[in-house]
């Protein structure tokens, strides 16, 4: 418990440090999302955009960002350690490499947290939005943020091996903004269309954190309606698939001594 404890603290620490050393593409990055949205919202609400109305889509939206960090964050983090070298040092470590990559998932989500408390509000503050903070929200939100998690150790896997994935980082990154509900609710689209969309990751997380935090439905009716069951049975086929996939690159990069080149 202890080392665990010292690992997961290490790894915050020195993913703090490196977004301190470059905090100018940090505060950059920052706007940009906060940009991103309010571009959106104008174009998706003919220029008018009500406070009401883009409540749902921030939440979508914040959601949607710890996605795109997950998703980005374990691939480049895979790359650029490929790249300087510390991969296989990482490796080499007696530690296992679950316990590592726990660590780094942690802190990911330290760090996008406070780029989504920092976002959020401003955008809160200055278009009048008003999300209510309901406990209710915080066991869906950790479910939707594991099953997040899980897939982004599918693009952690596919880095080990393929190296540059960044296409394909970019692709499902934007995919799942415009197709997880975010700014169009998925009942919104044609039959096959919606389909594909449930089928993402955060997309039924959306969908049930709405509920409970704007619509005020408690977590038991979100579970008798199977809403919050689905999104349960998402978390776990994402999350051990996702790992699964990783372990297949692991095994393949060692296979291959793909570990230390690059």
Request: some cysteine.
């Amino acid at each position: 418990m202890v080392l665990t404890g010292t690992v997961l603290l290490n790894e915050c620490q020195k993913r703090l440090i490196i977004m301190w050393s470059y905090r100018f593409n940090f505060m950059l990055e920052t706007f940009m999302m906060g940009f991103l949205f309010v571009g959106i919202s104008f174009f998706v609400s003919g220029g008018r955009p009500e406070p009401e109305q883009m409540a749902p889509a921030l939440l979508g939206y914040l959601t949607w960002f710890f996605a795109a960090f997950a998703i980005s964050d374990m691939s480049q983090g895979i790359r650029e350690e490929t790249q300087t070298g510390t991969l296989e040092q990482m490796y080499m470590s007696p530690l296992p490499s679950g316990l590592l990559l726990a660590g780094r998932s942690v802190a990911s989500i330290f760090i996008s947290s406070g780029m989504v408390i920092l976002i959020g509000g401003i955008l809160m503050l200055v278009l009048g939005i008003r999300i209510p903070l309901r406990p209710e929200g915080v066991p869906v939100f950790a479910l939707t943020l594991v099953g997040l998690y899980g897939f982004a150790f599918f693009l952690g896997g596919a880095t080990l091996v393929f190296k540059q994935v960044n296409a394909l980082s970019n692709l499902l990154s934007n995919m799942l903004l415009f197709l997880n509900g975010s700014f169009l609710t998925v009942e919104r689209m044609p039959g096959w269309l919606e389909a594909f969309a449930r089928s993402l990751p955060s997309t039924q997380g959306i969908d049930v954190l709405r509920r409970v935090v704007l619509d005020d439905l408690s977590l038991a009716s979100v579970w008798q309606d199977g809403s919050l069951v689905w999104l349960t049975v998402h978390t776990a086929v994402f999350l051990f698939a996702g790992w699964g996939v990783f372990l297949w690159g692991e095994r393949v990069a060692r296979k291959r001594g793909l570990l230390g080149q690059y």
